[in-house]
């Protein structure tokens, strides 16, 4: 059973909508991190936060921004979605001590029309 | 820095044959190592790990890899597999005090 939920599981949207993709984690944990995955690719980290009020940008750039006001919830906002952002958006927490893996949850496939 | 090279993007085997995915890293520090599978659909999930200690890991699902210091490897491989193995495997590897690398997977198809 996943511990982590996001929502929507598919979406499709036209170009120039404002969307928010959902992730909530019910573990408690103080990592989350989006990754962004395109079919043969490696993941790219796109977001992280480490707590509460704590984000940072990854190694990808993404016009995307995201919140941390509470542990357990860490959404993704595009304010105006381009085709170039379809793409599968993953959602992956851990705890805060570093030999743990990560639970991902099940993504978001996104496509912009 | 971390980085992680998965060396085949595609590995075609046929049911209860045995298979290797390859992968390599590369580190300067000392390094926690994983492999994650991901269905059809579906996120990834943990397959298996190494921390320390014994240099093969084993999971439940017998899938076994083997951590290579000298030659900076973590293959995963199974000596049998099942329709149901097809999936696309991932290589990570995360260093003390940074977060995860990720490969660029492995597409695991098992042929009747």
């Known amino acids: 059973e996943a511990d982590i939920y996001q929502t929507p599981r598919y979406l499709v949207i036209g170009t120039g909508k404002k969307i928010t993709l959902e992730c909530s984690q019910t573990?408690?944990?103080?990592?989350m991190y989006w990754y962004q995955q395109d079919p043969g690719m490696e993941l790219h980290l796109i977001h992280y936060s480490y707590g509460v009020n704590s984000t940072e940008k990854g190694d990808l750039s993404s016009e995307s921004t995201v919140s941390r006001i509470r542990t357990e919830h860490f959404p993704l906002t595009l304010e105006s979605a381009r085709p170039s952002h379809t793409s599968q958006y993953l959602c992956?927490?851990?705890?805060?001590?570093?030999?743990?893996?990560?639970?991902f949850g099940s993504g978001t496939r996104l496509t912009v029309v | 820095a971390q980085s992680v090279t998965q060396l085949d993007s595609q590995v075609p085997v046929f049911e209860e044959a045995p298979v290797e995915l390859r992968c390599n890293y590369s580190s300067s520090v000392s390094v926690y190592l994983f492999w994650y599978v991901q269905y059809p659909n579906q996120g990834l999930q943990l397959l298996l790990k190494y921390l320390s200690g014994s240099t093969l890991v084993e999971s439940i699902n017998g899938f076994e890899a083997e951590f290579n210091k000298s030659q900076t490897s973590f293959h995963l491989r199974k000596p049998s597999v099942h329709i149901s193995d097809t999936a696309e495997y991932f290589c990570?590897?995360?260093?003390?005090?940074?977060?995860?690398?990720f490969g660029a997977g492995t597409r695991l198809t098992v042929k009747p």
């Open positions: 992956a927490s851990r705890p805060g001590w570093t030999d743990n893996g990560y639970t």
């Open positions: 990570a590897v995360s260093g003390i005090n940074n977060d995860m690398r």
């Open positions: 573990m408690g944990h103080d990592k």
